[in-house]
């Protein structure tokens, strides 16, 4: 069954306002569909103090939260953005920060083949392997040989150069619901292999649109992709 992605993006919308509003720090993601209680967030304290490293001279933030990834990568816009700056300023990290934001609809970018295999990722987003009519089962996003077409605007030739991705937890606790359901699992047993699969490097953050705020504080100009 695809990910209806309309779908995903209005109930996230309707179940973040619903917790601000509430003033709870749990998610209310998994509520809203049919009144089920909220994942719980992690017991251990949220780790924000990646927030401190932005001290480049120029930072911006890319919002992935509803990037539609049928039509390829985003991800050129960040190696367009850190291109131009060398070139014009040659500048590059830590003078340069650069920040993808990945909520619902982007979200497999943020994890590995495993993950991409085991529940279809593939077929439910309807990514196809590069050059082929297949249903992609691993993460077309994450890396590919030197001298590749796109080889340069990677998920890891993006960290490369200095690049934090960070994961929405709300957006994380909707798809494990939306996989438990697909695949007859637990919830939280498939949360919990979700939260396994990120690739190295990626934060959780409790949501998405707190983290755009945060960074913003902290001098990020800001692009939605």
């Given at each position: 069954?695809?990910?209806?992605?309309?779908?995903?993006?209005?109930?996230?919308?309707?179940?973040?306002?619903?917790?601000?509003?509430?003033?709870?720090?749990?998610?209310?993601?998994?509520?809203?569909?049919?009144?089920?209680?909220?994942?719980?967030?992690?017991?251990?304290?949220?780790?924000?103090?990646?927030?401190?490293?932005?001290?480049?001279?120029?930072?911006?933030?890319?919002?992935?939260?509803?990037?539609?990834?049928?039509?390829?990568?985003?991800?050129?816009v960040v190696?367009?953005?850190?291109?131009?700056?060398?070139?014009?300023?040659?500048?590059?990290?830590?003078?340069?920060?650069?920040?993808?934001?990945?909520?619902?609809d982007a979200?497999?970018?943020?994890?590995?083949?495993?993950?991409?295999?085991?529940?279809?990722?593939?077929?439910?987003?309807?990514?196809?392997?590069?050059?082929?009519?297949?249903?992609?089962?691993?993460?077309?996003?994450?890396?590919?040989?030197?001298?590749?077409?796109?080889?340069?605007?990677?998920?890891?030739?993006?960290?490369?150069?200095?690049?934090?991705?960070?994961?929405?937890?709300?957006?994380?606790?909707?798809?494990?619901?939306?996989?438990?359901?697909?695949?007859?699992?637990?919830?939280?047993?498939?949360?919990?292999?979700?939260?396994?699969?990120?690739?190295?490097?990626?934060?959780?953050?409790?949501?998405?649109?707190?983290?755009?705020?945060?960074?913003?504080?902290?001098?990020?100009?800001?692009?939605?992709?």
């Amino acid at each position: 069954m695809a990910v209806d992605r309309r779908r995903f993006v209005a109930t996230l919308v309707t179940a973040g306002a619903a917790g601000l509003a509430a003033g709870s720090a749990a998610p209310a993601l998994a509520a809203a569909a049919d009144g089920d209680p909220p994942s719980p967030l992690p017991a251990e304290p949220w780790d924000l103090s990646w927030l401190d490293t932005l001290k480049g001279k120029h930072k911006q933030v890319f919002d992935c939260a509803n990037s539609d990834l049928t039509k390829g990568t985003p991800l050129v816009v960040v190696r367009n953005f850190l291109d131009a700056h060398k070139t014009v300023f040659g500048l590059e990290h830590p003078a340069i920060d650069t920040i993808v934001g990945i909520a619902v609809d982007a979200f497999p970018m943020n994890v590995g083949d495993a993950v991409w295999a085991r529940y279809a990722l593939g077929e439910r987003w309807k990514i196809k392997e590069p050059g082929s009519d297949a249903w992609a089962t691993r993460n077309v996003f994450l890396d590919a040989p030197a001298g590749a077409p796109g080889a340069n605007m990677t998920v890891r030739a993006m960290q490369a150069r200095g690049t934090l991705f960070w994961q929405c937890n709300n957006a994380l606790n909707f798809v494990a619901r939306q996989l438990a359901t697909a695949t007859q699992r637990t919830q939280d047993e498939v949360r919990a292999d979700l939260l396994r699969g990120l690739n190295p490097g990626v934060r959780l953050v409790p949501a998405h649109t707190m983290a755009v705020g945060l960074v913003q504080e902290r001098g990020c100009t800001y692009e939605k992709l």
